[in-house]
């Protein structure tokens, strides 16, 4: 099977504007997780996705949203950038995002506010 | 809400001696604690994880601890090896059990 893949894998934005990413989910998979990587902050959970629906929320700013399709994939926008928003967007794919089942991550879009 | 602490935040070890992570978290309904490791570069990826019905699991090389009544788990490493360095993340799972929470890294170095 195909790997968790992201698009774009870099991007570099300027504070103000907002961003897309795009995530899709290993074949099968209906659950996908956002998380924001930082240097000393770790992965910080943003969101999750199971058959369409955002079943939870991390502690984030509402400029931080996303969204799931019927295919699985899913897609995190960010709204009015800045500066703090630049970092590695990881997003995780399971079988139902429960314990049972292993998360694997996609590679990350870099993400550079300027 | 949730919240994971890990230590060190970096941890240097010569090649063969043991290295030990440590995880704590707060909610007490997480049933679900798996390890991580990331190299530079790439992207996370699981190497061990523990559920909340046992005490202990061993992988080869590496074992993990898990004290629900203290609410902390452990990584421990033997013989290590310089491709055991990397960042190593803990994570628990929320509540709802539909997340997961990560602590915020060991950077792990071992030299040769």
């Known amino acids: 099977k195909a790997g968790v893949t992201q698009t774009p894998r870099y991007l570099i934005k300027t504070r103000g504007q907002q961003v897309t990413l795009s995530c899709s989910p290993i074949s099968g998979h209906r659950s996908v997780s956002w998380y924001q990587q930082t240097p000393g902050q770790g992965l910080q959970f943003l969101f999750e996705y199971f058959s369409e629906t955002q079943r939870n929320k991390g502690n984030f700013p509402g400029r931080f949203s996303g969204r799931q399709f019927s295919n699985s994939r899913s897609e995190m926008n960010v709204s009015t950038l800045e500066l703090g928003d630049s970092a590695l967007y990881l997003c995780?794919?399971?079988?139902?995002?429960?314990?049972?089942?292993?998360?694997?991550f996609g590679p990350g879009t870099r993400l550079t506010v300027l | 809400g949730e919240n994971v602490e890990q230590h060190p935040s970096t941890l240097s070890v010569q090649e063969g001696d043991s290295a030990v992570i440590k995880c704590t978290y707060s909610?007490?309904?997480?049933?679900?604690f798996p390890w991580y490791k990331q190299e530079l570069g790439k992207r996370p990826q699981l190497i061990i994880d523990?559920?909340?019905?046992?005490g202990e699991k061993k992988d080869q090389r590496i074992a993990v601890t898990l004290n629900k009544t203290a609410k902390h788990f452990s990584l421990h490493i033997t013989e290590t090896q310089p491709e055991d360095s990397a960042v190593y993340f803990c994570?628990?799972?929320?509540?709802?059990?539909?997340?997961?929470?990560f602590g915020k890294g060991t950077t792990l170095s071992v030299s040769s």
């Open positions: 994570a628990a799972s929320n509540q709802a059990g539909t997340a997961l929470i």
């Open positions: 995780a794919s399971s079988l139902d995002g429960t314990p049972h089942n292993e998360q694997f």
């Open positions: 909610d007490s309904a997480s049933n679900y």
């Open positions: 523990i559920r909340s019905n046992v």
